[in-house]
């Protein structure tokens, strides 16, 4: 399979507990996004790799959410101190690098968070 | 008010009906994403259009950028159709996507 992976597909934990979330995105893709969906509502973006920079975070994101791509190939997002709001599909795209790329998406990690 | 807006938001249509979803946005974009998405499923791109129209087997979408306005269209449909469809542009100044609400598709045998 040569598609954007996700793992686990599914995670529940208690509050307070670290989660993380990793992502194999398509083997030539330079840019990697990390999306955040609830239930009824659109993605909402997270952040943006191009190789191993994080180029962009959103504002939304809390100082309990990091994420990283070491060697520019798969990405880590964790989740520290989670919360009951933090609750829902976490979806990570993968696109070329060049200027416009069209995203392929990943099947996507659900957080239930008791 | 939302920089991309979706319509309609739900549509129930009986199977071999002609499908119309609209997309309008009020900001300069470089392109236009049309994705559908599955209940529990993920997301796949249907088409990347920046300009004219694009066709992918009974499905069409078109963009007119002077108007900021795409639609995406259904031939035939089927109730394997049922899904969200979701609109989401790349502004011009950077790449990030906006994204539609969404609408959600149900296509009744």
């Known amino acids: 399979d040569t598609g954007v992976s996700q793992d686990p597909r599914h995670k529940i934990t208690k509050r307070g507990q670290n989660v993380t979330f990793r992502c194999d995105p398509i083997s030539e893709h330079n840019r990697l996004y990390w999306y955040r969906q609830t239930l009824g509502q659109g993605p909402e973006f997270l952040t943006y790799f191009q190789n191993e920079a994080q180029l962009e975070k959103s504002r939304l994101l809390s100082d309990r959410f990091s994420a990283e791509r070491p060697k520019g190939s798969f990405s880590t997002l964790e989740i520290q101190r989670t919360e009951q709001g933090d609750s829902a599909m976490y979806l990570c795209?993968?696109?070329?690098?060049?200027?416009?790329?069209?995203?392929?998406f990943g099947e996507g990690s659900r957080l239930t968070v008791l | 008010k939302n920089e991309v807006e979706q319509s309609p938001q739900n549509l129930t249509a009986q199977e071999g009906e002609f499908i119309t979803i609209n997309c309008s946005y009020s900001?300069?974009?470089?392109?236009l994403h049309w994705l559908q998405q599955h209940p529990g499923g993920g997301i796949v791109s249907l088409f990347m259009?920046?300009?004219?129209?694009k066709k992918h087997g009974r499905l069409i979408a078109t963009i007119n950028i002077q108007e900021k306005h795409s639609s995406l269209h259904i031939t035939a449909s089927h109730p394997r159709d049922s899904a969200v469809y979701i609109c989401a542009v790349y502004m011009d100044s950077n790449y990030q996507l906006i994204w539609g609400a969404g609408t959600k598709l149900i296509i009744k045998p």
């Open positions: 259009l920046s300009s004219g129209k």
């Open positions: 795209a993968s696109s070329l690098d060049s200027g416009i790329g069209e995203l392929f």
């Open positions: 900001v300069g974009i470089s392109a």
